[in-house]
């Protein structure tokens, strides 16, 4: 069964309606002849019904999305606290490996470096006695060589 509306009364699609002009239905002030006509007002009230539930129905929605939003606000942050504490520590444990890595680095720069220093020592030291030798001998010629 369909229904039109019409000014003022909602009636029910029929062609069987009494008053007719030009095969449009007409409009029945009488509603005791026609049981299954609702007026405007009766129309509006439903609306307003229907329209009062849906915003209610909307409201609950709102309210339950609402609540989930904040439980999994309360588990984001749950996850953020956790991955927060997991980075720190494994910064903590970066930086005691990079600290240990390069006091290792260091000692081995420095034993290199006072091996390379101690053979350039060596080296130089080796120079200097083959100078000194080298004018110890050339200083025992010229005394030779000289007048007493």
Not at 28 to 36: K, V
Not at 53 to 64: I, Y
Not at 86 to 101: D, G, Q, T, V, Y
């Amino acid at each position: 069964m369909t229904r039109e509306i019409r000014e003022p009364e909602v009636i029910t699609s029929n062609p069987n309606f009494e008053n007719t002009n030009n095969g449009n239905s007409t409009i029945n002030q009488n509603s005791d002849d026609q049981p299954n006509n609702i007026s405007r007002d009766q129309l509006q009230d439903f609306l307003n019904n229907v329209m009062q539930a849906m915003a209610a129905e909307s409201a609950k929605q709102t309210a339950v999305i609402q609540e989930e939003s904040k439980k999994q606000t309360v588990r984001l942050r749950s996850a953020v606290e956790s991955l927060r504490s997991e980075i720190k520590r494994e910064n903590e444990k970066l930086a005691k490996s990079l600290s240990a890595k390069f006091k290792a680095a260091h000692r081995k720069i420095k034993e290199d470096f006072e091996i390379r220093l101690n053979s350039e020592i060596q080296i130089v030291s080796e120079r200097i006695d083959n100078v000194r030798k080298d004018n110890e001998n050339e200083l025992v010629k010229l005394t030779k060589c000289m007048p007493v």
